[in-house]
């Protein structure tokens, strides 16, 4: 990692020491393999656990709304039944419930476990990926010093 990235990080009994001194070094490597990874493979599956985590993250930003709406909307469907007793108005008072307790379930619950998955996602496949093309690196390096060390004989 230090060769790649100038980022030197901590070992275990360092980073227990400062936690957070080593998030902040581990978070600079990180933008520097995604520097790499932009630059090396820049069509990589990574791209898409990365847009994945996205989607996951704007959507659990968003629960709020979604929450929201979903309260207005029960709120209106129950006043519009309450001034006109109309039986439409008391299934769609039902349905906007079901949307209510979906958007609490779903933003609270579900939603948080997903977006966790869809980055740990990301993380380890851009990892992966950087790891790979690093070892690739580090082989052609191997066998150019090999070369030229056999050419010099």
Not at 30 to 46: S, T
Not at 84 to 103: F, M
Request: net charge negative; glycine share 6%; proline share 1%.
């Amino acid at each position: 990692m230090k060769q790649l990235c100038q980022v030197s990080l901590r070992s275990e009994d360092e980073e227990t020491e400062d936690p957070k001194e080593a998030d902040q070094q581990i978070e600079q490597a990180f933008v520097q393999v995604r520097a790499v990874m932009r630059r090396e493979d820049d069509a990589g599956i990574w791209t898409k656990h990365n847009a994945e985590y996205g989607f996951a993250r704007n959507l659990l930003g968003s629960r709020f709304i979604w929450l929201t709406l979903s309260l207005l909307g029960t709120a209106a469907c129950a006043l519009a039944w309450y001034l006109t007793g109309d039986n439409a108005a008391i299934a769609t008072t039902v349905l906007d419930c079901l949307s209510l307790l979906c958007a609490f379930l779903g933003g609270w619950y579900l939603l948080p476990t997903l977006a966790k998955e869809a980055a740990d996602r990301y993380a380890e496949g851009i990892w992966n990926s950087f790891l790979t093309i690093a070892n690739k690196d580090q082989e052609d390096t191997n066998a150019y010093q090999a070369d030229s060390q056999g050419d010099s004989k």
